[in-house]
């Protein structure tokens, strides 16, 4: 586990540099656009498509990094008035859900890949976009079985 944890790390580590890196691109970019569009009368025609992607891409990988981290939306209150057994068999529950949802993702992302068309400006394939969701899926299902494993090895730990 310990090789595979430290794996996760890294794809963890990554994904939150991507996302350092994506926001600092997209304002660069938006500020590009700005300057030449109201200053040089020039616009980009291809800023707004370009945005739209990296912020498709980055909410979809920082989203699979909320979930490792338990940044995901929980109700704190009904948790906290069960016994530890019970939490665990709860948060097994919900990363289990989180793998179904993640699977329907992962269909549906590459079944919408597949169809044809592309970006107006940038003239990418529209699987481009759904490959973001792809990629999530798997993430969210790596990282929930790590979760699973983790609160089942406590288990035994004791």
């Known amino acids: 586990m310990g090789k595979v944890k430290k794996i996760l790390n890294l794809i963890d580590k990554s994904i939150r540099w991507f996302g350092t890196v994506s926001l600092v691109t997209m304002l660069c970019v938006a500020l590009l656009d700005l ?50 057994r019970a939490k665990d068999i709860l948060g097994i529950s919900i990363n289990l859900l989180i793998v179904y949802y993640a699977w329907i993702t992962i269909k549906g992302c590459l079944y919408m890949a597949k169809l044809p068309g592309r970006m107006s400006i940038l003239r990418l394939h529209y699987g481009w976009m759904y490959y973001s969701g792809v990629v999530c899926g798997i993430l969210l299902i790596l990282f929930c079985v790590e979760r699973i494993i983790q609160t089942i090895m406590r288990w035994f730990k004791k």
């Not at 980009?44 to 945005?51: A, D, G, K, R, V």
């Not at 909320?66 to 209150?77: A, E, Q, T, Y």
């Open 35 to 84: 300057f030449f569009r109201d200053i040089l009368l020039k616009p980009i025609s291809w800023s707004l498509e370009f945005i739209l992607l990296i912020m498709l891409w980055l909410a979809m990988l920082n989203s699979a990094v909320g979930v490792r981290n338990d940044l995901h939306i929980s109700m704190g209150l009904f948790a906290s008035s069960l016994s530890k």
